[in-house]
């Protein structure tokens, strides 16, 4: 399976600054998703990122908020703007191809003070 | 629409005990199942996944799970539980939408394991 690295793997900002999450995978896949996991909860999905279209956002998130950027087959980043503590969650990035299942980076620990 | 519940939040057994962690789904069409599991400061990991075929589903770490239809479960399970099982596992359905694939999570279920 790919492998999958996140930076950081963990941040503590201040509230109103932005903060942008990479996510580099060493080989090309077709899928890229990032997620938020808020403390003691699951996982929801933020958006799907495909390589050279906009991201497609899920209910809940927009753009403004949550920008993406895929460059790339190998690369995105997640970018989370103008912080509130109510941000401080686990940022994942996985990746897919095909059918194939997704897996999952180590994530991004964000505390807001 | 799809949906996961996880009964229990919370499921605590003795080392070498059988671990059963639960999982139904709703789906109006043949689901694509998974189990991940993410241990702490760590992102998720797949257990095993059904897709389909044999409805008994074996994975890493020796844990296995079933399909059953007519249930509408797929519930995870393990023979003899070890120390290092201590995780939190997630069940997963997979849909499609917007001409992709994407993940509904249930809400999770924290094992521990204790001597």
């Known amino acids: 399976s790919a492998v999958i690295s996140q930076k950081p793997s963990r941040d503590i900002c201040q509230r109103g600054t932005s903060l942008t999450i990479q996510c580099q995978v060493d080989s090309q896949v077709t899928m890229m998703f990032w997620y938020r996991q808020q403390p003691g909860q699951s996982l929801t999905l933020i958006a799907t990122a495909n390589q050279g279209s906009e991201a497609t956002y899920e209910s809940g998130f927009v753009i403004d908020k949550f920008p993406i950027s895929r460059p790339n087959l190998t690369f995105s980043t997640l970018t989370v703007s103008n912080m509130s503590p109510e941000d401080s969650s686990i940022y994942l990035c996985?990746?897919?191809?095909?059918?194939?299942?997704?897996?999952f980076g180590d994530g991004t620990r964000l505390s807001i003070l | 629409a799809q949906s996961v519940t996880q009964l229990g939040s919370h499921v605590s057994v003795s080392e070498g005990a059988l671990v059963l962690l639960r999982c139904n789904y709703s789906s109006s069409v043949p689901p694509y199942l998974f189990w991940y599991v993410q241990y702490p400061n760590q992102g998720l990991q797949l257990l095993l996944k059904?897709?389909?075929?044999?409805?008994l589903v074996k994975g890493i770490n020796g844990f296995e799970a079933e399909f059953k239809k007519s249930e509408t479960s797929f519930h995870l399970t393990k023979p003899s539980a070890h120390m290092s099982d201590a995780a939190e596992y997630f069940c997963a359905v997979s849909v499609v939408s917007g001409g992709y694939n994407k993940l509904i999570f249930g809400a999770g279920t924290r094992l521990a394991v204790h001597p």
């Open positions: 059904y897709t389909t075929g044999a409805t």
């Open positions: 996985s990746v897919a191809g095909g059918n194939q299942p997704q897996h």
